[in-house]
């Protein structure tokens, strides 16, 4: 006679039943019914070709200056047409992007990296590092970060750094300064994810405590991490390119989306030949919004619980 | 509540001092000071020496440190080198120039994200909706100096229908009606857009507030008796719809008074934010010390307010 199914065993006759979905697919197949968010990743793959493929493809080079043809209006050898010193606008505005995009990305790198570890570290240990580390968060946010990172540009500046490393400076001050927000996010998500029946069995299983908080919480905080860095990149991007505009953040010879517009800080180029300046902001305007809507899109497919604004 | 803002005024003061420490350490890596800024050919070593003994640049910087804390404690910034007067005056004489701009823009964008946010939560999906969600998009996403030189380039160079940058006309000697009126005329593309700049956020707050109101049960409740839609919207929705907002009035504090640095800049506008930037070139420590300073005490003094409105807005959140 046929043995009657035990509890275990009927529920997983009937999970076979399910059709059962990894979580990432869920995610995946919400993001790409985002209309607007799809439209943004499309914008972004383009923006990428652009920068990084399309400089391939240019009959002219980054230092090639050719002052008899300076100042000229946008024509058929040059789409974009030139500066002051007869460089390519399109080329010097393909090679910005790739700065700013690489800028903005790594210095996002960086504030995730801190952010997450900090924000761990304050969850999982709570008490005296948890203190510690949000007060130093507290510190963080009351601090103006426009005024500081426009005066460590200007000590940049001073200290005469050389241009092609000073990018990594930059990146680094944008990071350090960026931390903040995921810190408080992931921390407040290991708080609630710490009491929870998986974290007895790390400890039932003896594990020692990175791989408790590496293997085993982080992995549950990476919805927000992709979230909040999406977000972040737009983030560093402004604020990359508006240093840059000051003078502050990448200087020429390197060029970058901010730093091309400010040729518009001289009058007569500002007025009279605006294919200089309007083309990268341009860029920055539409990389940026193509990289918010990714991650709002992102944000409505990984939780949406997590939309609180 | 008096025992929470207390509690609250007394948490703020390690979070000053980690905050001064840093702003100090910064300040300290800045090779250069004020003597070799202002690049005067006449300087001699020793004046310079004397100089610098009168400004107490001399000093170790721990001890440079101490002096600032002790002077900040009794209301005193230090002299601007570079205004020759004390830096709360030159904060104080500027920073309502800021305020101007600031505000108004607050008001329209406040009032334009309200109204847009609020329809837009109640035509959820209609082509509006959809269009305001773009363009939420686009403005949150709008590099400040970029957007602002476009305007000066085509609404006031080619265009010429505002000024083209400053608060006056140049040379206008004209007092009562006639400033304020053309104090007005130079506000006008600066506030309209700051406003753009900061309408989208806030619309999106909004909409979201409003979309999580209209699904509760009152709401379904006051439809049901038989009420106007448009009673149902405004006299029941929109209200508490809004209150939530009322807890970023006070995160606001720090845009009404500290300034938008770039913009002013591109604007030529005489706000703080502009005048911080040039004390920079000229290494006028006092000042650009004193202005971080007090953009950290605005932003503590707004957290702390928006916790207050917080407990005003919703009694059932008790503070503590």
Known sequence: MEQPLNRTEQLQEQLKLVKVESPWKIAFRRFARNKLAVIGLTILVLMFLLCFIGPLFSPYTLMQTNIPGKNQAPNATHWLGTDKLGRDILLRMMLAGRISLTVGIVATAIAVAIGVTLGAVAGFYRKFADTLIMRIADIFLALPSLPILITLGAILSDLKVNPSQRIYFLMLIIGVLGWVSLARLVRSQILTLREQEFMQATEALGLRDNRKIFRHLMPNTIPIIIVSATLGVAGAIITESALSFLGLGVVPPTPSWGNMINAANNLVDFRKRPWIWIPPGFCILITVTAINLIGDGLRDALDPKMKTR | ?320
Not at chain 2, 118 to 146: E, G, R
Not at chain 2, 148 to 173: E, Q, R, V
Not at chain 2, 294 to 307: C, E, K, Q
Request: aromatic content about 12%; hydrophobic content about 50%.
């Open chain 2, 1 to 320: 509540m008096s025992q929470f803002i207390i509690r609250r005024l007394l948490q703020m003061i390690p979070t000053l001092i980690g905050i001064s420490i840093i702003v100090f350490i910064i300040s300290q890596l800045v090779p250069g000071d004020y003597i070799t800024a202002t690049q005067n050919p006449n300087m001699t070593a020793e004046r310079a020496d004397q100089l610098r003994a009168i400004y107490g640049l001399d000093k170790p910087p721990v001890q440079q440190y101490f002096v600032w804390v002790k002077n900040m404690l009794t209301g005193n910034l230090g002299e601007s080198f570079q205004h020759k007067m004390p830096v709360t005056e030159v904060i104080s004489t500027y920073v309502w120039n800021s305020f101007v701009i600031a505000f108004v823009s607050s008001l329209l964008s406040w009032i334009i994200a309200a109204f847009v946010g609020v329809f837009s939560a109640q035509y959820q999906y209609s082509w509006f909706d959809k269009m305001v969600t773009l363009l939420v998009f686009l403005c949150m996403s709008l590099p400040s100096f970029f957007i602002g030189l476009l305007a000066i380039k085509y609404l006031a160079l080619d265009l010429k229908l505002f000024p083209i940058g400053g608060m006056t006309t140049a040379g206008l000697n004209a007092g009562g009606w006639a400033y304020i009126k053309d104090v007005a005329q130079h506000m006008l593309l600066p506030v309209t857009v700051l406003t753009v700049l900061s309408v989208g956020s806030l619309t999106r707050y909004f909409r979201t507030g409003m979309l999580e109101v209209i699904r509760q049960d009152y709401i379904r409740t006051a439809r049901a008796k038989g009420l106007k839609e448009h009673t149902v919207i405004f006299k029941h929705a929109f209200r508490n719809a809004l209150l939530p907002a009322i807890t970023l009035l006070g995160l606001e504090l720090p845009t009404l008074f500290g300034g938008a640095m770039i913009l002013e800049q591109v604007f030529t506008w005489p706000g703080i934010g502009q005048i911080y930037l040039a004390s920079l070139n000229m290494r006028d420590y006092p000042l650009m010390l004193g202005f971080t300073m007090f953009l950290a005490v605005l932003t503590l003094i707004g957290n702390l307010i928006s916790d207050i409105l917080y407990g005003v807005a919703d009694p059932r959140i008790r503070l503590k």
